[in-house]
Nanobody, 118 residues
Framework: QVQLVESGGGLAQAGGSLRLSCSAS????????MAWYRQTPGKPRELVAR???????NYAASVRGRFSLFRDNARNTLLLQMNSLTPEDTGLYYC????????????WGQGSQVTVSS
């Protein structure tokens, strides 16, 4: 079973930047796709950004132009660079890998907290 561990995040001021890291126990190139999700209290977990095996990326409208995905194949890591943060970006961020139809199929980890102050 693929193990994914999130790290990074923390506290930032509005307009600042943070980076999240998702380390996989297998080659990230062997996975169909990987994605970052975030969850805020009272709301369902939402897809923030995803990257397919061939490197194609998709972003939620709320983060497009501010967040960027990078894949470090040598370290089996998916990075989420978050710029121009707003308080609405506050949440618990999770990574997962996806099946061919885009459903998250890995176990959900503990996530990484991102808090943006105004």
């Amino acid at each position: 079973q693929v193990q994914l561990v999130e790290s990074g995040g923390g506290l930032a001021q509005a307009g600042g930047s943070l980076r999240l890291s998702c380390s996989a126990s297998v080659s990230v190139r062997s996975l169909n796709a990987m994605a970052w999700y975030r969850q805020t209290p009272g709301k369902p977990r939402e897809l923030v950004a995803r990257m397919s095996a061939n490197g194609v990326t998709n972003y939620a409208a709320s983060v497009r132009g501010r967040f960027s995905l990078f894949r470090d194949n040598a370290r089996n890591t998916l990075l989420l660079q978050m710029n121009s943060l707003t308080p609405e970006d506050t949440g618990l961020y999770y990574c997962n890998h996806l099946d061919i139809v885009g459903v998250a199929i890995g176990s959900w980890g503990q996530g990484s907290q991102v808090t943006v102050s105004s």
